[in-house]
């Protein structure tokens, strides 16, 4: 089995492209700072520090990624690992692992995210559907969930 579980925070922007032909599909790249607990050398005092580990999205969610997704932005990703390689123009074999993400949502309120407070995690969530986060778009109402932005069709979402 071959499955990730991620919560990090985005290190810049995510880079989205396009693939070429008829059907192109957007594929956006991002690299996630995920928090590690590191005990030093015996002694009972926690030191953290991050891993930074490159993610890939396709279709949906490079779009969703593209629009709603920010430098600082943290977010829960699942998806597996992939590995592969590459000649580089120097003739080397450079070797990547990379998160295929499947699944994608954001880990804390855009208030905390702003430094404004707010203990919010996880929520509606966006999956590579048609899901889209309560954290997107739209304007706040004050209870803690955002409004439906228009575009947005009613089948796919988690509830009627």
């Known amino acids: 089995m071959n499955k990730v ?31 590690r607990r590191v005990r ?17 999205a396709f279709g ?10 920010h430098q600082g932005t943290k977010i829960a990703v699942e998806g597996r690992i992939q590995t592969g390689s590459y000649t580089n123009k120097d003739g080397q074999k450079v070797y990547t692992t990379d998160v295929v993400v ?8 855009k208030n905390a995210s702003n430094g404004n407070g707010g203990s919010y995690s996880g929520g509606r969530g966006y999956d ?27 089948e796919g979402l988690p509830f009627n």
Not at 40 to 56: L, S
Not at 128 to 154: A, K, L, R, T, Y
Request: with cysteine; hydrophobic share 30%; proline share 2%.
């Open 5 to 35: 579980i991620l919560m990090g925070r985005l290190t810049r922007d995510p880079d989205v492209r396009y693939s070429q032909g008829e059907g192109s599909m957007a594929i956006a790249r991002y690299t996630l700072a995920v928090d």
């Open 40 to 56: 030093r050398d015996g002694n009972a005092q926690d030191q953290q520090t991050a891993d930074f580990i490159g993610c890939v």
């Open 60 to 69: 949906k969610s490079a779009e969703f990624a593209e629009k709603y997704l």
């Open 102 to 109: 499947e699944n994608q949502e954001f880990a804390e309120s």
């Open 128 to 154: 590579s559907g048609s899901h889209m986060s309560s954290q997107q778009g739209g304007s706040s109402i004050g209870d803690g969930f955002m409004n439906i932005p228009d575009g947005v069709e009613d």
